[in-house]
């Protein structure tokens, strides 16, 4: 598949790219991207909640009343799960919610999501630029040339670059991130999907024995 390459001002330089179909032309595997996503999201869970449970409670372990003869139930001491203000029964714990998944699948996951936007035409190649200084503004020209300001996007960029970043970093619609850095995730969230010249190259090279 080619694809013009567009300058920052969002005008055709008359160069094509070509995104390697083995990339951005497979049949995309829908259970191998939802289980990617999940994976990430899994990831990103702070596993920090936390209920106090019998053992835990600070409340005196006296027996409310005696075992028989007050024709009500059975009860022990106040912390008992069963009673307003007691501990609970099965509560959470501090846990990781992050799991393992085959680099294979991960690998199939992010092929698929790329061929997905390419097939919807949502990818967007320029040739490689760079900020002289941070400047939210010069983002912000740079997608309204491209007519996406309206879009969500992902910038994809061959190596980390400080200038844009800082430049697009108050903008919440808009994210910057590597070739390398690439997850299932950020592809199919974002709308439109940009990649530098360098940044397809550097693709093929990581997906190239893949």
């Not at 010069?138 to 992902?154: H, M, P, R, W």
């Amino acid at each position: 598949m080619e694809v013009a390459v567009l300058n920052i001002e969002g005008k055709d330089t008359g160069k094509k790219v070509v995104l390697n179909d083995s990339i951005f032309g497979i049949d995309a595997n829908d259970h191998a991207m939802y289980l990617d996503v999940k994976r990430f999201l899994a990831a990103q869970r702070q596993g920090t909640a936390k209920a106090k449970e019998r053992s835990e409670m600070s409340g005196s372990t006296r027996k409310l009343k005696k075992q028989k003869g007050t024709g009500g139930a059975r009860s022990g001491d106040i912390n008992s799960p069963v009673m307003v203000g007691g501990a609970r029964c099965f509560g959470p714990r501090p846990r990781d919610y992050s799991f393992k998944l085959n680099k294979k699948v991960k690998v199939l996951a992010r092929k698929s999501a790329l061929s997905c936007k390419a097939k919807d035409g949502q990818i967007i190649v320029v040739e490689d630029f760079n900020f002289e200084t941070p400047k939210t503004k010069n983002f912000v020209s740079l997608k309204n040339n491209l007519k996406i300001g309206d879009k969500k996007s992902l910038l994809v960029l061959p190596i980390e670059n400080n200038n844009i970043y800082l430049s697009s970093r108050n903008l919440q619609r808009s994210k910057i991130t590597t070739a390398s850095k690439l997850t299932t995730y950020e592809v199919l969230d974002a709308q439109a999907l940009v990649f530098t010249e360098g940044a397809v190259e550097a693709l093929n090279k990581i997906f190239e024995n893949k």
